[in-house]
């Protein structure tokens, strides 16, 4: 299914590639952040789209860092070679969240009003159905050893 609207985006070596293709703009998808350390460090912004689809590539997987901490639930996907933190993955089921400084379009996205979300008290049950309900539903996701199930 063609998509009216195509997010293409990267790290900044071009060995993660990520794209986001929704009916939606960057003023109607939005722009979030939230309160973990991880994402407090790393800076992330992001957004998503549950009606949209997203693709991962990797390049080299060996240059792919998966990192999981806290509720070890989702992958945040991380390039070893030029250090940036392009989107949170997980597993069951495939869904995914982009961080907006790896895509092209990330002024677009910077300029919508941002909202931040308190996670500290968020339950288990509560953030898995949160990112199930928010996230967007991953498609395609391919490495370099070939095309893996998302």
Do not use: K
């Not at 939230?34 to 789209?49: A, W």
């Not at 008290?121 to 498609?139: C, D, G, I, K, M």
């Amino acid at each position: 299914m063609s998509r009216r609207h195509v997010y293409p985006g990267s790290c900044h070596c071009g060995n993660v590639t990520v794209r986001l293709e929704s009916e939606r703009t960057p003023a109607e998808l939005g722009l979030r952040a939230d309160n973990c350390s991880f994402c407090v460090r790393h800076h992330g912004r992001y957004t998503s789209d549950p009606a949209g689809e997203l693709h991962l590539a990797v390049r080299d997987e060996a240059l792919l860092s998966r990192y999981r901490f806290g509720t070890r639930t989702a992958e945040f996907l991380i390039c070893r070679e030029c250090g940036v933190f392009v989107a949170a993955y997980m597993r069951e089921p495939p869904v995914g969240v982009v961080n907006v400084h790896a895509l092209d379009a990330r002024a677009d996205f910077l300029a919508c009003p941002l909202q931040v979300a308190d996670l500290d008290h968020e339950s288990l049950e509560a953030r898995l159905a949160r990112r199930r309900a928010r996230w967007t539903p991953v498609r395609w996701f391919s490495t370099g050893a070939g095309e893996a199930p998302p």
